[in-house]
């Protein structure tokens, strides 16, 4: 049995409101799209998967996927659901075995257990998808008023995917009217029986702005990403009778030499941000043969790791700076360093940690030729 998965992701979803449609917004460390791709890339029985898109999203898709989206094949979607949905299953090669699952971009936190029960049904059946029982009481109205009650016996919440032997389903939709509310309903008006599987609560489908904040919540309880990165950075001391340090000027004997203002801590700490998102380093980003940053103020780096850190859905949990020198003295300055990066960063300042120590007169900082420093950041996907 060959099994391949049809997301269907060419629809607007306005009422998710966003800048671009609900599929391309962001939910925990990437987009919703990338997330409902890796629930099935990571599932050992799909051989194939299908992303059905608009035409007009293609640049979309691909920063949405990234380099992931050599793991599917794209199909350009029609202007409804079930013409999506026909030009996903035309592109599958047919064969006795071939099976099909239909699943809304709208849904990444499908778990493996409800696709397991979706393919073993269709070993029995031409036709399975997961549901829910209404367990609510449901009532009828007019005008902020309960007109009647409806038995909720037999009634089920619909999920996806929605399983099918595909050269039935291809049938089912090449013969059906069109404007059907899913698969399962093109499959019905054929005559197909279609199995209940047991559905999730938590495969919810993201419509409204509200179920993205349920959706994290959901997300951060099946996984945590946590990332650790670490920064190393070097100035040698020069002319001047100040140095920058963690975003404080102190009164010194020397200068710090470097293409910006040389705040070798908050350079470090930059850098282990950059690091932990696996985004190189401040070079790559500030070029220092680019005239724009000489002497340029590092908050500016460091803002720009935080904003980036965010984009990604991550959120900095706790920062340790430390710097390693002989003069000048560190500790009178440490929480006036500690609350000026908490305020660059956004965060609370009993997550910033800064310290000192010497290199007990050893080596270039030993012999008060500048300053090192080293930094740890640690990033959770919010």
Same mark, same amino acid.
């Given at each position: 049995?060959?099994?391949?998965?049809?997301?269907?992701? @060419?629809?607007?979803?306005?009422?998710?409101?966003?800048?671009?449609?609900?599929?391309?917004?962001?939910?925990?460390?990437?987009?919703?799209?990338?997330?409902?791709? @890796?629930?099935f890339?990571?599932?050992?029985?799909?051989?194939?998967?299908?992303?059905?898109?608009?035409?007009?999203?293609?640049?979309?898709?691909? #920063?949405?996927?990234?380099?992931?989206?050599? #793991?599917?094949?794209?199909?350009?979607?029609? !202007?409804?659901?079930?013409?999506?949905?026909?030009?996903?299953?035309?592109?599958?090669?047919?064969? #006795?075995?071939a099976? %099909?699952?239909?699943?809304?971009?709208?849904?990444?936190? %499908?778990?493996?257990?409800?696709?397991?029960?979706?393919?073993?049904?269709?070993?029995?059946?031409?036709?399975?998808?997961?549901?829910?029982?209404?367990?609510?009481?449901?009532?009828?109205?007019?005008?902020?008023?309960v007109?009647?009650? *409806?038995?909720?016996?037999g009634?089920?919440?619909?999920?996806?995917?929605?399983?099918?032997?595909? /050269?039935?389903?291809? +049938?089912?939709?090449?013969?059906?009217?069109?404007?059907?509310?899913?698969?399962?309903?093109?499959?019905?008006?054929?005559g197909l029986?279609? *199995?209940?599987?047991?559905?999730?609560?938590?495969?919810?489908?993201?419509?409204?702005?509200?179920?993205?904040?349920?959706?994290?919540?959901?997300?951060?309880?099946?996984s945590?990403?946590?990332?650790?990165?670490?920064?190393?950075?070097?100035?040698?001391?020069? $002319?001047?009778?100040?140095?920058?340090?963690?975003?404080?000027?102190?009164?010194?004997?020397?200068?710090?030499?470097?293409?910006?203002? @040389?705040?070798?801590?908050?350079?470090?700490?930059?850098? @282990?941000?950059?690091?932990?998102? !696996?985004?190189?380093?401040?070079?790559?980003?500030?070029?220092? /043969?680019?005239?724009?940053?000489?002497?340029?103020?590092?908050?500016?780096?460091?803002?720009?790791?935080? +904003?980036?850190?965010?984009?990604?859905g991550?959120?900095?949990?706790? !920062?340790?700076? *430390?710097?390693?020198?002989?003069?000048?003295?560190?500790?009178?300055?440490?929480?006036?360093?500690?609350?000026?990066?908490?305020?660059?960063?956004? %965060?609370?300042? /009993?997550?910033?940690?800064?310290?000192?120590?010497?290199? $007990? #007169?050893?080596?270039?900082?030993?012999?008060?030729?500048?300053?090192?420093?080293?930094?740890?950041?640690?990033?959770?996907? /919010?």
């Amino acid at each position: 049995m060959t099994i391949s998965a049809i997301i269907v992701a @060419a629809g607007r979803g306005a009422r998710a409101g966003g800048d671009v449609p609900k599929q391309f917004q962001r939910l925990g460390d990437r987009p919703v799209l990338a997330q409902t791709v @890796a629930r099935f890339a990571s599932h050992p029985g799909i051989a194939r998967i299908i992303v059905v898109h608009n035409v007009n999203d293609m640049a979309l898709i691909e #920063q949405a996927l990234g380099p992931d989206i050599a #793991q599917v094949t794209l199909v350009e979607g029609g !202007a409804t659901r079930d013409a999506s949905v026909r030009a996903g299953l035309a592109a599958l090669p047919d064969t #006795q075995e071939a099976r %099909v699952l239909i699943h809304d971009a709208a849904r990444p936190l %499908v778990t493996a257990k409800v696709i397991d029960g979706v393919i073993a049904a269709l070993e029995n059946g031409p036709a399975a998808a997961p549901a829910l029982p209404v367990t609510d009481a449901l009532w009828q109205g007019e005008q902020g008023r309960v007109t009647g009650l *409806t038995d909720r016996n037999g009634l089920f919440r619909a999920q996806t995917p929605q399983g099918f032997h595909l /050269s039935a389903i291809r +049938a089912a939709h090449d013969t059906h009217g069109g404007g059907t509310a899913d698969d399962v309903a093109a499959a019905l008006a054929a005559g197909l029986d279609v *199995t209940i599987t047991e559905g999730d609560e938590d495969n919810i489908k993201l419509t409204h702005p509200g179920d993205f904040a349920r959706a994290r919540r959901i997300l951060k309880g099946q996984s945590v990403d946590i990332r650790t990165g670490n920064g190393f950075d070097v100035h040698r001391f020069g $002319e001047g009778s100040s140095v920058h340090l963690c975003g404080v000027e102190i009164d010194h004997s020397h200068g710090l030499v470097g293409h910006s203002d @040389a705040d070798v801590g908050m350079h470090a700490l930059t850098d @282990a941000i950059y690091g932990a998102l !696996a985004l190189g380093d401040i070079g790559q980003h500030f070029p220092p /043969s680019d005239p724009q940053w000489k002497g340029a103020a590092s908050h500016i780096f460091l803002e720009h790791a935080m +904003a980036q850190a965010r984009d990604r859905g991550f959120t900095v949990t706790h !920062a340790d700076v *430390t710097l390693i020198c002989e003069t000048p003295k560190i500790g009178p300055h440490s929480d006036a360093m500690r609350a000026a990066l908490a305020r660059i960063m956004g %965060v609370d300042m /009993s997550r910033i940690s800064v310290k000192a120590t010497t290199s $007990e #007169q050893l080596g270039f900082t030993g012999r008060k030729e500048g300053i090192a420093a080293l930094a740890t950041a640690t990033l959770v996907a /919010s």
